[in-house]
């Protein structure tokens, strides 16, 4: 099993332009996370989603947005980078919500 | 506000020593806490967890003490071993919520 996995591993835009940051589980888990962390600071919760479909606001979704068509799979989309959204991006699954959550091995964004 | 505190960033230990990790949080409505290790350029992973019925948690050479009244747990690592080096987080949940809340990491390290 991969576990759960994340595209790109880098990645450098300028401001404005848009990307998307794939999460793939292959451990058939309902719930997947987006989370940011910055330097000096926790992991903070961006969107989650507790089934194939469904998706919810976390503690910071302002100028992101998520899809889970696929139960494997939880997108992260940037419409309009901002250096403010420099971090690096860790993606997290689980069986449920109290269960430990799995964590990708994160995606570093660079907005210039 | 910060929901969940780790008020010490660093801390260094001598191999075969303990470790003591602490947290506080503000918020009474957490009743399920949870420790996650993370290295460098990896991912974090789950730890050890402690429901809010209990006071402490042992698994090997970790333990999680909670103490409800004060709002604290701390992680003991007994020995501590180099390999133990990383960032530790404390993460809080709240009844009937799938969300974490993170505290900001204190970094651990073993000296041989």
């Known amino acids: 099993n991969a576990g759960v996995t994340q595209t790109p591993k880098f990645r450098v835009l300028k401001t404005g332009q848009s990307m998307t940051l794939l999460c793939a589980q292959d451990?058939?888990?309902?719930?997947m996370y987006w989370y940011r962390q910055d330097p000096g600071m926790g992991l903070r919760l961006i969107h989650y989603s507790v089934g194939e479909g469904t998706t919810a606001k976390g503690e910071v979704p302002d100028g992101y947005n998520v899809s889970r068509l696929k139960k494997q799979n939880f997108l992260l989309g940037l419409e309009s980078a901002a250096p403010s959204q420099t971090s690096v991006y860790f993606c997290a699954s689980n069986r449920r919500g109290r269960d430990e959550q799995f964590f990708g091995p994160g995606t570093r964004l660079t907005v210039l | 506000d910060q929901q969940v505190k780790q008020n010490s960033p660093s801390l260094s230990v001598q191999e075969g020593r303990i470790s003591i990790l602490n947290c506080d949080y503000t918020?009474?409505?957490?009743?399920?806490f949870l420790w996650y290790k993370k290295y460098p350029a990896e991912g974090p992973t789950f730890l050890i967890s402690?429901?809010?019925?209990?006071d402490k948690n042992e698994d090997g050479r970790f333990t999680v003490f909670l103490n409800k009244s004060a709002k604290h747990l701390s992680l003991h690592i007994v020995p501590s071993q180099p390999g133990d080096s990383a960032v530790y987080f404390c993460?809080?949940?709240?009844?009937?919520?799938?969300?974490?809340?993170f505290g900001k990491g204190t970094k651990l390290t073993v000296n041989p």
């Open positions: 918020n009474s409505m957490f009743d399920y």
């Open positions: 402690i429901s809010s019925i209990k």
């Open positions: 451990m058939n888990h309902e719930y």
């Open positions: 993460a809080a949940m709240e009844g009937g919520s799938e969300k974490l809340v």
